[in-house]
């Protein structure tokens, strides 16, 4: 992980909670907050947080499909295109 470049204590977040919100909403990036010197929290906009989410959701995603196709559970384009226009068929 790379090292934050935006990193306050606690004490700065609790006398500029409004302040560190809206720079949240405009700079995109997270904030990372210490308690005694360590880090202990990291805050970003709802934005960030939901795309980041997207993301992990769609890297779950590839990692199940790729577990799928190393243990043989795929099927052939070619099958499911045939049984596609079987069904369409079948209900037109």
Known sequence: ????TRVKPISYLKANAA??????AEQRE?????????????LQDVGSFEET???LA???ILALG??????GRVTP???VVARLRARHL???
């Not at 302040?19 to 949240?24: A, H």
């Not at 790729?66 to 243990?71: I, S």
Request: no cysteine; aromatic share 8%; hydrophobic share 40%.
């Open 1 to 4: 992980m790379r090292y934050p």
């Open 19 to 24: 302040e560190v919100l809206v720079q949240l």
């Open 30 to 42: 997270p904030l990372y907050i210490t308690q005694n010197g360590e880090a202990k929290a990291v």
């Open 53 to 55: 989410q997207e993301t």
């Open 58 to 60: 769609f890297l779950k």
């Open 66 to 71: 790729n577990r799928d196709v190393e243990a």
């Open 77 to 79: 384009v070619t099958d």
């Open 90 to 92: 079948a209900e037109g």
